[in-house]
């Protein structure tokens, strides 16, 4: 089994949070449903996602990083796009960055 995950992993599950984050704000504006300040996604689906994705030699504990990698990677670019999102709209996004 592997334990150990390469800088190539991370940054392609990284990627992959990024992408999921830009989905789901996607889902959000398309359904006309108000855009939350703090990322919606859920360890459970940052799990399927490692799941679909990863190499089936992983360890739980390669696992688990990588499922925090995701996470990362997607609260990283949902404070990103909802600031702008914000700032577009006139929100109050100095007071959301403080947040972060």
Known sequence: MLDSVTFQQVREFEDRGRRWARCTLHRFQRSWLEIPLLWPGTR?????????????ALDDRAREGLVEIV???????????TIDERARDGGLATVYESLG
């Open 44 to 56: 459970e689906q940052a799990e399927t996602i490692v799941h679909a994705f990863a190499a089936d």
């Open 71 to 81: 996470q990362r990677g997607a609260r990283a670019t949902w404070r990103e796009i």
